[in-house]
């Protein structure tokens, strides 16, 4: 079974950055789609940055205006999201979860459509 594990989490004040790694255990789980989800008590979980990793294709959720960047590394074994002028309305738990990519080479938003996820890391934004 394919472990994903996720670290980078903290408590940090508003404006600063924080960039939390991803690494997937499984060689045959590289070169899908990982994504990064958060979630907040009470709220669904909502995307937040996918990266087809064959070809490094990201996409982001619209609310990010390009505060966030996913990457990879190159051997594929972790993939990162590096959070910058983070706001309170950022905290939240932060999960990775990987998935098969749709046609396209396309990375769903949907968290139905992700197989294996990852046991979060906590992000807190203080004001």
């Known amino acids: 079974q394919v472990q994903l594990v996720e670290s980078g989490g903290g408590s940090i004040q508003a404006g600063g950055s924080l960039r939390l790694s991803c690494t997937a255990s499984?060689?045959?789980?590289?070169?899908?789609?990982i994504g990064w989800f958060r979630q907040v008590p009470g709220k669904e979980r909502e995307a937040v940055a996918r990266?087809?990793?064959?070809?490094?294709?990201?996409f982001y959720a619209a609310f990010l205006k390009g505060r966030f960047t996913i990457s990879q590394d190159n051997a594929k074994t972790t993939v990162y999201l590096q959070m910058n002028s983070l706001e309170p309305e950022d905290s939240a738990m932060y999960y990775c979860?990987?998935?098969?990519?749709?046609?396209?080479?396309?990375?769903?938003?949907?968290?139905?459509?992700?197989?294996?996820w990852g046991q979060g890391t906590q992000v807190t934004v203080s004001s």
């Open positions: 499984e060689y045959t789980y590289r070169g899908q789609c």
């Open positions: 979860a990987t998935s098969a990519p749709r046609p396209g080479n396309y990375c769903s938003d949907r968290d139905e459509q992700y197989s294996y």
């Open positions: 990266i087809y990793q064959g070809l490094g294709i990201a």
